[in-house]
């Protein structure tokens, strides 16, 4: 089963201590999460959420 499949079906997800350092390196497949309902960022040195997330 290919990853995207599974992507509108996950819930939660823990980038925790994934060092991302800006918008541009966020990982774009969030936008595929159409039911997550929480998103933990600690230690992840994220200052801005990009605009596809508040949606």
Known sequence: MSPSVLLPYIYGLD???NEFGNDQQFPISLQEMCNLRWLQL???NVNRLPEFIGK
């Open 42 to 44: 600690n230690r992840t």
């Open 15 to 17: 980038l925790s201590k």
